[in-house]
């Protein structure tokens, strides 16, 4: 097939170099972004008289046929041809002859291209963001079933004071809010027009570039043609904003996998989302869970590779941007089927409310409520706290809890205590008590859920 720069080669090109170089594998995706913007840009050149309007009336009909070709699978592309952007010029050439080789007056696969990645990562970030609306409805909804299941907040992996588990679930919550309006942004950050850039200093002919931004929905046009064309940090935030998401889902999953274990036992997950073992008859493991866990380093190195890619690339475009796209549709495939399929796993998961109450009762996370008991009957902080780890150290060595001891066994670390301490020590009032803002206490639980279902209507 000949090619569309021939004209100044005296040899074909080695069928490993067409190999080499071609992107059609895998930038067929941009089929649709691809064809939507040569029709903006057949109009305009149609309006503007640079080309005959009826030719550009022609380009569009055909355009919009080939669209629905390529959608009814009726397409062959072709590696002689590079890319979605020559594949697309090829076929419209087969099928209106001459008048197809006018569509790219004044424009260059350059900003063509540059062009349908940002219109694809408008795509996807919003795709995106509705995956997470999802996660976060789903989280909602569990929460709103927990605001009084108690169990056992953590640091350093150690039983640290109570909580419910609606607390613990509206932390992830807080994450993924955060995510969405990381893809809010990347969006934001694609929004800029580059077509009309051309290879990359413009053109000579008088390009509308504001009327196709219309047509296409930028909310703006790009100021720097060389900037215009080889700009991808739109795509590394993208990368940035899918890596910080498969860290969250990865946090989450090793939780969930904690969760899962005898030894915690704090939830089930569903058969459906779970898988045997070939040899150990009574396994069932949290496959889901630790596959999002390994995906996210995959993710990472999807941000990793690109960023390093562009870390030498001198003004203006150079072919190393073609690599931009691998990542970036790897990372999408990504972190859609992990947020989709986490989602049914929580969605679907027995949490064992009595078996989170238990160790949370289990393990002194209601200490530090004994000590500020100390405090508000008139003992300085440091004391109490040194009196409740007396108390814990003798509760320890008698294998019992704070709240099984006697009120004479109290009185043996300080007189101060009277029998209103067990009241003070019980779960749900040391819950309930941190009632500030941000706090376990179910009525600010309840109040974050609300703000947060809100939120999402406004998203
Ligand atoms: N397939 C190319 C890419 O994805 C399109 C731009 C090619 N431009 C060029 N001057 N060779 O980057």
């Known amino acids: 097939m000949k090619k569309m720069w021939g004209g100044r080669f005296s040899k074909k090109t080695d069928l490993l170099t067409d190999d080499f170089n071609s992107s059609i594998s895998f930038d067929q995706r941009l089929y649709k972004q691809d064809v939507l913007g040569s029709i903006a840009h057949a109009r305009m050149l149609g309006k503007q008289n640079i080309i005959d309007p009826k030719e550009s009336e022609l380009i569009i009909s055909t355009l919009l046929d080939i669209l629905e070709d390529i959608e009814a699978g009726k397409v062959e592309f072709s590696v002689a041809m590079e890319d979605i952007h020559m594949n697309v010029e090829a076929i419209l050439t087969e099928r209106i002859g001459e008048v197809g080789k006018k569509l790219h007056t004044g424009r260059s696969r350059n900003d063509q291209v540059a062009t349908d990645m940002r219109l694809y990562v408008k795509d996807i970030s919003q795709d995106i963001k509705g995956l997470m609306s999802e996660l976060i409805t789903t989280l909602l909804d569990l929460a709103d079933e927990h605001t009084k299941t ?122 459906a989302f779970s898988t045997g073992s070939s040899i150990m008859p009574q396994k069932k493991n949290p496959d889901i869970a630790e596959l999002v866990r390994g995906k996210t380093g995959r993710v990472y190195g999807d941000l990793l590779g690109f960023l390093t890619t562009m870390k030498g690339i001198p003004l203006a475009y150079n072919k190393d941007m ?45 200490a530090t409520d004994a000590a500020d008991w100390l405090v508000k009957h008139g003992v300085a902080f440091r004391n109490a706290h040194e009196i409740i780890g007396k108390l814990v150290f003798y509760a320890l060595d008698h294998q019992k809890s704070l709240d099984e001891l006697t009120l004479a066994e109290y009185h043996s670390v300080s007189p101060v205590f009277d029998d209103t ?19 376990p206490a179910e009525e600010q639980v309840k109040k974050a859920i609300a703000f947060n279902r809100e939120w999402l209507n406004q998203c």
Not at 202 to 212: A, G, K, N, Q
Not at 253 to 269: A, D, P
Request: with cysteine; charged share 20%; net charge negative.
């Open 150 to 271: 108690i169990m056992p907040g953590y640091t350093h992996l150690q039983r640290a004071q109570p909580i419910t588990f609606s607390h613990h679930l509206m932390a992830y919550v807080e994450m993924f809010k955060r995510d969405m309006i990381r893809m809010q942004q990347v969006y934001a950050m694609s929004d800029t027009l580059p077509l009309g850039s051309g290879a990359l200093a413009t053109t000579t002919y008088p390009l509308d570039r504001e009327s196709v931004a219309l047509e296409l929905g930028f909310a703006a046009v790009s100021l720097n043609s060389l900037d215009g064309v080889s700009d991808r940090d739109f795509c590394i935030d993208f990368l940035e904003a899918a890596a910080v998401f498969m860290m969250h889902l990865s946090r989450f999953s090793e939780e969930i996998i904690l969760w899962c274990t005898s030894e915690f036992n704090f939830v089930t997950l569903d058969d």
């Open 421 to 439: 301490i067990y009241q003070a020590i019980d779960l749900n009032v040391c819950v309930n008590q941190r009632n500030i803002i941000g706090g």
């Open 322 to 366: 073609q690599e931009d796209k691998e990542p970036v549709f790897d990372a999408y495939d990504t972190i859609s089927i992990c947020a989709i399929t986490f989602t049914k796993m929580v969605k679907t998961m027995t949490v064992n409310k009595a078996v989170m109450v238990k160790a949370a009762a289990g393990g002194f996370s209601n």
